[in-house]
């Protein structure tokens, strides 16, 4: 029992070497086609993190109410921090205002009025939820219920055109994702389909002799896991590759890196091993 | 052991074995002979059970070709040494691996294979050629290793498809000498040939397929 | 010689029929492969699209001297209109000025002030550069150096953080559209391979009875171009369902639609279509 | 039309063909005879130059093995009808496209290459099999097959190795008597067989391969 598991494995092992240009053939093939898979991953991880650093930089700004003091406006600014989808509120004293105004419109606000009339505000950051958009109007609407709240300012127009996209970006990155997956599924079991249809011959000359169909299966089920293996790998290893070579030439132009997560990597590892495996299961059947 | 009973097996343009009945006993050893496309392959195909008879049942041993089951026909085969006509070797593994496959097949321990396969080696002349691919032997060489591959399961028949065709007559003589030897040990041999002159008169029991009917 | 060629011909599509099974096999995955050039084609045209679009909201405006009435501003503005890279400059009277302060800071500035204190100025749109970054900072020079010109104002932050990913973003997906069509060239004639490997019979016996390497090729030709013409087709069908799909989904969410574009899908057609045709010629020169 | 100059071929344990020098003019009827394993496949492959020589030359018609281009092989072969031992049929194709495939390759027009097909079916008596794939062939009608195949492009020289060694007697005598016929119009033949009883009274030349060597 335990002579034919070793003999199966090792027939396994030795019809990889003994086939070596259809496993080389296959192994790139599945490297390839993984690879498309974990650069998908990998591409959509970081457009989701770039989309992720552009919502960083959406601005809120809140003015109070001309009779709010800089005390009162402390207050408000500690209601306005615990409405839901808040990240931080940051206080903004009339003083701090009075900056401002001189920094945008390029005036002393006291060289053309004694007093200053600029009311005390806040400038927050949102939440950013990763899987769905952020709806800024319910969260306008609750900050203009606070008293005191005279009027809430963002960058209207682009932060809702990211976020009009965000949702569909979202699902069809994920669509997109599943679909290669798909393709690469089938893609791999059709090309040890292929590798297996080329020796056919062998398939019926076992079972000529008296071979099960456990015995004729399994050293294609090993050699159908090795290559997936090793094809996984291969892919595992180029998108490494990209991904430092890509950060390098960003590194021309910009701070931001791509990432490469071992944890994902290994996980789509495990799936292409997983259907390298039952492609060869069911291709082996058709000849069984 | 095996029994045919109202066996037919036939083609569309009529060839094939039509309305066979007939038994064979452990241990005897017979001879099928007929001329080409008789349908002598068609009958040993049958009892391996590599197709089934349109009616009729065949019998082997304990197998039935009406009965089995799928899984049990590579255990049937295990018990049968088949030396096909066209030698069916695997083209990309050499003499020794070609021949240990029964036993791997049986998950026979690994250095029993060797020591049996290299008896049958030695047993039919060809140690010398054990590392050697189908594609590097001459077409009587692979006749030779696809006998031993029969021979090395330890069969209860065997099953020989014409193996004497490419072999010279010292050889054919050899093989049918040793063929007799492992028929005294209570092996049933079945042999198809067209070469009468040299099996005619060794006392075999006769079997002829003349127009699809079996003669005994 | 047009029995032979005749001949050929249909060995090619026979053979294609012939090994139904292999040949289905190669279809489709030279269909998923292709389907993933096609893919990343699309989705480079559609994301760069999505950044043009974004591009298009950039705000400009230029705030002239307070000492500039609105009829020099008007002369100012054509000034600046001239600019290379800007698209278009639209005048703000000192009037529809003193609307936007009311409508940003929620006073009149006549309550406040009798005169109005706001200068004229300008807003501009930039000219979009498809295939390199807007550098704003010698625009906005330019800007600041004709004489009337107060201050130029623009989303920094924002503006910058685009166009700082925008080259490297062109240059990563250009990379990665050339790596995803090299894997698949690769893929393609890997496939090939295997299913020709399949039938390395036929190729020595037909040399056995005297065939010459051409004629052993040609039905081999013909059979890859067809796989690669019918690969590519399912390719291409599968791109214009997903972006069709899409297109209904996004429609559940905003108004942007997915473009397919004939002419690229054509091409890539083409291309499947002739390394389809290379790859099986090199797998038959294997066995020749 | 074939010489053989000192050629050697031999393998790595000895087996081949050493040192043979001979001529074999056109029309003439040649059988190599030898034991299994002497070198009659090996010596045949020369002529159809599968496999070089180590020393000496194969000259065949107007080719010499030492100048011989790769592209030229296929013109040869052209001119050569080979019978091969293990048949070499395309497995997906009829019969009938098996035997077309040497007319095809020389550009022979559709119409005549049907009629030169079904012409040579009719000579063999395997009309009723065009249409079959070698699968559903016995062994002595893959055989036939294959000697179709090397007949229907008129060669000058027909190389048949063991062509009766799966046919019955009067088959084979039949194959024997279709090659006098075919050699009576000119056409060479040089057959490897060790059937020695079929062919020894009907005044061939024969060729022995002993040890390596080739006595004529
Ligand atoms: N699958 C099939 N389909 C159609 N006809 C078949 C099939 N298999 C065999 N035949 C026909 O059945 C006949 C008997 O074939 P078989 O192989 O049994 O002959 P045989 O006695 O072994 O001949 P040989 O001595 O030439 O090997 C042949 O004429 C063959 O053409
Ligand atoms: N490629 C090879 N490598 C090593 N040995 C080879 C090779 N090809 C043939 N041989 C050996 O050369 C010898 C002659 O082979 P060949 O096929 O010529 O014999 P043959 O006369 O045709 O025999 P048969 O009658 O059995 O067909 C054999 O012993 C064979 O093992
Ligand atoms: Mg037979
Ligand atoms: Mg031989």
Not at chain 1, 132 to 154: C, H
Not at chain 2, 7 to 23: L, M, Q, R
Not at chain 2, 24 to 38: D, K, L, M, R, Y
Not at chain 2, 105 to 122: A, I, S
Request: charged share 25%; with cysteine.
């Amino acid at each position: 029992m335990i002579d034919r598991f070793l003999y199966l494995v090792s027939e396994g092992i030795r019809s990889l070497w003994r086939t070596k240009t259809t496993a080389l053939a296959t192994i790139s093939a599945i490297g390839i086609a993984a690879s498309f898979v974990v650069f998908s991953a990998v591409v959509g991880e970081n457009i989701s993190g770039i989309i992720q650093i552009a919502r960083g930089q959406y601005e809120f700004q809140v003015f109070f109410s001309e009779d709010v003091d800089n005390i009162r406006a402390a207050e408000l600014v500690d209601q306005i921090d615990a409405i839901e989808g808040i990240k931080s509120a940051s206080l903004i004293t009339k003083e701090e205002a009075a900056d401002i105004f001189q920094r945008e419109f390029g005036e002393n606000i006291f060289d053309l009025l004694e007093e200053n009339p600029l009311p005390p505000g806040s400038v927050l950051k949102l939440q950013q939820p990763k899987d769905k958009r952020i709806d800024v109007n319910p969260i306008i609407k609750q900050i203009e219920l606070v008293e005191g709240v005279d009027e809430v300012r963002y960058q209207g127009r682009l932060i809702s055109f990211i976020e009009r996209y965000y949702e569909g970006f979202f699902a069809a990155v994920t669509a997109l994702a599943a679909a290669i997956l798909f393709g690469t599924v089938i893609l791999i079991s059709n090309t040890i389909r292929l590798s297996i249809y080329a020796r056919r011959d062998l398939i019926r000359i076992l079972k000529l002799v008296g071979a099960t169909d456990r015995f004729v299966r399994f050293p294609f089920m090993i050699e159908g896991i090795l290559e997936g293996f090793f094809g996984s790998l291969v892919a595992a290893a180029v998108s490494y590759g990209f991904v430092e070579g890509s950060n390098y030439f960003l590194s021309l132009f910009t701070q931001y890196r791509l990432v490469w997560q071992f944890q994902i990597v290994a996980l789509l590892v495990g799936v292409i091993v997983f259907f390298s495996f039952v492609g060869s299961m069911r291709a082996v059947r058709k000849f069984l | 052991m095996i029994s045919f009973k109202n066996v037919s097996c036939t083609f569309e343009d009529g060839a094939g074995i039509e309305n066979a009945t007939f038994n064979i006993e452990p241990g005897e050893f017979v001879c099928i002979i007929g001329p080409t496309g008789a349908g002598k392959t068609t009958f040993l195909k049958l009892i391996y059970m590599d197709i089934f008879p349109e009616e009729g049942t065949v019998g082997v041993d304990k197998y039935r070709s009406d009965k089995i089951k799928k899984r049990s026909i590579p255990m049937l085969r295990r018990r049968v040494g088949m030396v096909f006509q066209d030698f069916e070797l695997l083209r990309d593994r050499s003499v020794f691996d070609n021949i240990a496959i029964p036993l791997h097949v049986q998950g026979v321990g690994m250095k029993m294979v060797k020591d049996e396969v290299e008896n049958v080696l030695d047993r039919l002349g060809i140690s010398d050629r054990r590392d050697h691919l189908p594609s590097q032997l001459s077409g009587g060489e692979q006749q030779i290793v696809s006998l031993a591959r029969a021979l090395v399961k330890d069969p209860l028949i065997i099953l020989a498809d014409e193996p004497t065709g490419n072999l010279d007559p010292a050889a054919s003589l050899k093989v049918i000498e040793l063929l007799e030897e492992i028929n005294r040990d209570g092996t049933a041999i079945l042999m198809a040939t067209h070469n009468f002159s040299l099996v005619k008169d060794r006392g075999y029991r006769f079997m002829q397929i003349v127009d699809g009917e079996v003669q005994t």
